[in-house]
């Protein structure tokens, strides 16, 4: 079991950068994958990063790759998101997630993950 508590949302410019952080439970953390997940109003829910359980691997889909960056710190339990240039097309609830190791599913796949947080609200104006 794996509980998920997230911080670091916040609303900034165009342009700017706002870094997310992931704090999870248990001694187990480092057994999980860990995605980046967010919803923007009256959409579905979009992958944003994915990060493997010894933080080897990376994935982002095209919309955020070169500007936000996945790590984890497995002796501290966390998983940052830095977010630079960001766009107003950025601006949604990002959402925590955990899974255990499925290297059959891909990482993008919702469904997969076990594990959410409550999510935080990041605001980019146009």
């Known amino acids: 079991q794996v509980q998920l508590v997230e911080s670091g949302g916040g609303l900034v410019q165009a342009g700017g950068s706002l870094r997310l952080s992931c704090a999870g439970s248990g001694r187990t953390f480092s057994t999980y994958d860990v995605g980046w997940f967010r919803q923007a109003p009256g959409k579905e829910r979009e992958f944003v990063a994915a990060i493997s359980r010894s933080g080897a691997s990376t994935y982002y889909p095209d919309s955020v790759k070169g500007r936000f960056t996945i790590s984890r710190d497995n002796a501290k339990n966390t998983v940052d998101l830095q977010m630079n240039s960001l766009k107003p097309e950025d601006t949604a609830v990002y959402y925590c997630?955990?899974?255990?190791?499925?290297?059959?599913?891909?990482?993008?796949?919702?469904?997969?993950?076990?594990?959410w947080g409550q999510g935080t609200q990041v605001t980019v104006p146009s």
């Open positions: 997630a955990a899974r255990v190791a499925a290297p059959y599913r891909s990482f993008w796949y919702r469904a997969a993950y076990d594990y």
